[in-house]
């Protein structure tokens, strides 16, 4: 097992990057979701938002490892029989992807530091507030935040399709580099 990636297979760190990510974010969406719905006498009111924002940052944390990662890796390329239309698209998304996954937890700090409060990460330290002097800050960071993550769901369910539709319908290898770890040395 290769912790790198080599030309036609991800290593063990991307795979473990990617999908720890792809966790991660489904329990932030199901949470967002939840939470959006909790009233003030909640006795999660509290609790739970803090969680997701700990989570969160260090989402966004993980989100950097990644893109270093990613720059000091090979990437394998795309399988021999992905159309140039494929390849853009492909590119296209990932692009995409990775932009939601800066914008969202961007705009959750926002948010969340609006009334000029550090973001408390589970005790281990705290984002501080920086006043930006935005007015409204909290309610326009809240629509965008909201907005890219329901677009960010939307971007990973067709991801996740692509994949399969290559597993089942091309059957080609896309989807198999991103779950067995590479065994080249």
Known sequence: MTIKNSESR?????IAIHWIMALTLLGLYLLGSYIVDLSYYDPEYKTLP???KGIGVLMFGLLFIRMFWA????KPAP???AAKHEKRIAKLVHHLLYA?????PV???LISTADGRPIDVFGLFSVPAIDLGINQQEELAGDLHL????????VVALHALAALKHHFINRDQT??????????N
């Open 147 to 154: 907005w890219s993550a329901n677009i960010l769901a939307g």
């Open 175 to 184: 989807l198999v580099r991103m779950l067995k770890v590479n065994s080249e």
């Open 79 to 81: 399988v021999a029989t």
């Open 107 to 109: 705009t959750g700090y």
């Open 100 to 104: 939601l996954m800066f914008i969202i």
């Open 50 to 52: 803090a969680i997701h």
């Open 10 to 14: 991800y290593g063990l760190g991307s």
């Open 71 to 74: 720059l000091f890796n090979t």
